[in-house]
């Protein structure tokens, strides 16, 4: 009975070791992207662990003041030291239902323009912006049009409403009620072509197949890392932009 005990503590024992190791390996050689204890960079690719890394910029809707200013002033010194131009917004709460925390507004910097601009819009959003733009939209545009973004069209971010725009009092608020969504529009290259969610979609408008790809592909790349993308596939509701959201749960359509 000893021997079998003392055999188990020995198993333990060299199984603690082994898991050790295999975690220092890890963190000594695996790209940090993929790796959820170690910073968020955004200059990295999208990996497995980047929307977790993100996630650690969220604020709980219970927090305290001093927690909601401490982790927003966190997430933008994350974006500041990318180069991105970033300052705070005015929080808002309306008693409960429409309630925005640790709001910023991207004003400049490395990254594509919002257009139009000075939209206010949660700092993890933000965050997920600048790196879907960087990682997926620069990199695409630049493949298939020799040409890089010069603004992204968006449709805003805030909007104090209910999900889908329901007027049913049992239903949620929309992540537009929190800040915590982008609806895009297009992409306007720096060459001046456009590409239209609403007009290209299914390829039978002025980019053609190539704007169709173009759009399909950057909602793909947006599905590796906000929590929702929701595109003209889902419902009609959404035939003219993509929605991009931070909420706590995946979905892609």
Known sequence: MRRDLADFWNLLWELALGAAALFLMLDALAPPEHLFWKPLDLERPIGQATARQVRDFDIPRTAAPPLIEQTTQECMATLRAAGVQVERAEDTDDGGFCVVQGAVRITGGAVTPL???????????????????????????????????????????????????????????????????????????????????????????????????????????????????????????????????????????
């Open 115 to 253: 257009r139009p601009g000075g939209v206010v819009m949660q700092c993890p959003l933000a965050i997920r912006y600048v790196i879907w733009d960087r990682q997926v939209l620069q990199p695409l545009a630049r493949s298939r049009y020799g040409s890089p973004p010069a603004a992204v069209d968006n449709m805003g971010t805030y909007s104090c409403r209910r999900i889908y725009g329901s007027q049913s009092d049992g239903d949620r608020p929309s992540e537009h009620a929190r800040a915590n969504a982008l609806d895009v529009a297009g992409v306007t290259l720096a060459d001046g072509r456009q590409v239209s969610v609403l007009t290209d979609w299914d390829g039978d408008g002025p980019a053609g197949r190539d704007g169709q790809a173009f759009i399909r592909a950057a909602r793909d790349g947006a599905c590796r890392l906000f929590g929702v993308v929701l595109s003209p596939d889902y419902n009609e509701a959404h035939r003219d932009h993509l929605h991009l959201d931070g909420a706590p749960y995946s979905l892609c359509r």
